[in-house]
């Protein structure tokens, strides 16, 4: 615990991310049977805790519920505002095994539904019922994987505070198992094509429906075998690929469509914090300039502890 910016070499942990990243959408699939939409699939999302992660509370009838993923005691909690609380071990299991468990959990609970069976965003998904393959569970990794997300997490929050327009929260997407913020131009975007494998493309043309700029972090197993900050835009303004952006670690690239930043250079920068900012208002600065967004109306300088944003 006296890293304050863990060290989460993926390949140490990688069968343990895919896992983990399997029964998140167990769970998250869950919110997403009980939730009405939101723009962007907002509605589906998990966020960052003092001691994992959450769905946030839930409607399940006449009462709601909330499921977190403990990462210090390695538990998953589901508690009802009934009173009522429910809970498992996490450890090595099959995703079918905790598949089961999740539903035996629910049933605890009285909150039982159907969700969908199948991953999502993944290649060759194996229905969740049905998966043997997937059983590793890697405790001490997971826990700096959580750690690497308060950090991750705190820094995104303050980057947040510097845009009036429409951005979203600072939250987990389960599909593609990326924290993630966002920023919109306000305008309307031209219809994606769609495509992405393993997601309806009437899913993917709501996501994208008005211009965005987006970044985030994945653990590794995306576009990359490592942990990375990433920062895109969509749609892609011509040159947005061959701006400056600092720091000079960072680059784009072409068969992601996207700037990447290793985390392991912020993680080892003399001012971990400092260095992360700069990629996202660097980034965020290429796709708001060659887009020719109202950033006059859109942004204002950071939010400071205890200071009211000064209107004048």
């Known amino acids: 615990m006296t890293e304050k910016w863990p060290d989460i070499p993926f390949e ?24 009405p939409w ?36 390695h538990r998953l909690i589901g508690s009802s505002t009934d009173g009522s609380t429910a809970s498992f071990a996490l450890e090595p299991m ?29 290649s060759d998904p194996i229905p969740f019922a049905k998966d043997t393959k997937h059983a590793s569970y890697d405790a001490d990794a997971v826990h700096r994987f959580w750690r690497t997300l308060v950090q991750i997490d705190r820094v995104f929050k303050c980057f947040r505070t510097g845009f009036l327009g429409k951005v979203s929260p600072v939250h987990l997407f389960w599909g593609s198992f990326d924290l993630a913020v966002t920023r919109f131009s306000g305008r309307v975007a ?59 670690e960072a680059f784009f690239d072409q068969k992601a469509g996207e700037f990447l930043l290793p985390y392991s250079v912020v993680r080892n920068a003399p001012d971990p914090d400092q260095m992360l900012l700069s990629f996202l208002e660097t980034t965020y600065d290429a796709a708001a300039r060659l887009g020719r967004w109202n950033r006059a109306e859109l942004e204002c300088p950071r939010g400071l502890i205890g200071v009211p944003r000064r209107v004048e």
């Open 12 to 35: 140490p942990w990688k069968d343990s991310c895919t896992t983990l990243h399997l029964w998140m959408q167990i769970v998250g699939k869950y919110r997403l049977s009980r939730t």
């Open 38 to 73: 939101i723009n962007h699939s907002w509605q589906a999302t998990f966020y960052v805790t003092s001691r994992g992660l959450t769905t946030s509370l839930i409607e399940a009838g006449s009462h709601s519920v909330q499921f977190d993923f403990d990462l210090i005691e």
């Open 94 to 122: 099959t995703v079918a095994e905790f598949y089961d468990r999740f539903l035996a959990l629910t049933d605890e609970l009285g909150v039982r539904i159907e969700i969908h069976g199948t991953p999502n965003e993944i």
């Open 190 to 248: 031209p219809m994606h094509p769609g495509g992405i494998p393993g997601l309806p493309d009437v899913v993917t043309r709501e996501a994208y429906s008005h211009e965005v700029s987006s970044a985030g972090f994945w653990p590794g197993g995306g576009p990359v075998e490592y942990p990375a900050f990433y920062s895109y835009a969509y749609p892609t303004p011509a040159e947005f690929s061959v701006q400056p952006v600092a720091p000079a």
